[in-house]
């Protein structure tokens, strides 16, 4: 029910990323983090300016991001611009 709450739907996509291969290219994020039902922290980051969601990962800092593909533009004019070594079929 937790990815219900957040993305307010039953289902919620996303895409693993590597941390090392995020980058925002602007704008800048906001962190909250939310204790999960099992009891796990997860850091949920998003635009600082106008709240979209953008990634969700470990509160030490460690594993994989798990991108709101939502977030996913591959314009560079977006505030939610950033460059990842993730390429989606429909984004090209």
Aim: aromatic share 8%; with cysteine; glycine share 12%.
């Amino acid at each position: 029910t937790d990815c219900q709450t957040v993305g307010g739907s039953a289902f919620q996509f996303t895409t693993r990323v590597a941390r090392e291969d995020f980058e925002l290219l602007s704008g800048e994020l906001t962190a909250y983090v939310k204790v999960a039902e099992s009891g796990n922290p997860r850091a949920m980051s998003f635009c600082g300016r106008c709240a979209t969601m953008l990634h969700t990962g470990n509160t030490d800092d460690t594993g994989l991001l798990s991108l709101g593909s939502g977030a996913v533009s591959k314009s560079t004019n977006s505030a939610h611009s950033f460059r990842s070594g993730v390429s989606h079929p429909w984004t090209g």
